[in-house]
């Protein structure tokens, strides 16, 4: 008795797709027997497409504006650096340290607080633009041109 079908096994002459030996379990994405791509088209008994699903047209959405971290912390750095570079410069002379020395000194002194307290600012930015978010609904459309 010969048959035309293909065993459900892989034999040794026809490449494993997953390497595991074993055939696809039902249900699962098995890979096409034309293309051998996982993500082709699935078809029925009668060899007829089957439509993948749908994505919906329109979604409900989440709009809030809510701040950059990155530009609010250099910001404050830039401040706290610029008011070490105005306290270093106009206190009074010491013979024992350098200006830059002092503006070094300030620098970090002033700097990583105003990054900090920079951070906490847009947190709390942040906190209010979540109570803030308003719901919209997007429509999905097909820019062919």
């Not at 459900?8 to 002459?13: F, G, L």
């Not at 007829?48 to 609010?72: I, L, M």
Request: no cysteine.
């Amino acid at each position: 008795m010969t048959s035309e079908q293909p065993s459900p096994r892989p034999s040794s002459d026809q490449p494993d797709p997953r390497g595991d030996g074993q055939a696809p379990a039902a249900g699962g994405s098995a890979p096409d027997a034309a293309t051998g791509r996982p993500d082709a088209p699935v078809h029925d008994a009668d060899h007829q497409e089957v439509p993948a699903p749908a994505t919906p047209d329109v979604r409900e959405v989440t709009v809030r504006r809510a701040p950059k971290f990155v530009p609010f912390m250099a910001v404050g750095a830039i401040l706290g650096f610029l008011a070490a570079l105005v306290l270093a410069y106009t206190g009074p002379d010491d013979p024992t340290l350098t200006r830059e020395s002092v503006l070094g000194f300030f620098t970090v002194a002033f700097a990583l607080p105003g990054m900090l307290l920079a951070a906490l600012l847009v947190l709390v930015i942040d906190r209010r633009s979540v109570r803030r978010a308003e719901r919209a609904r997007a429509e999905r459309t097909d820019d062919d041109a």
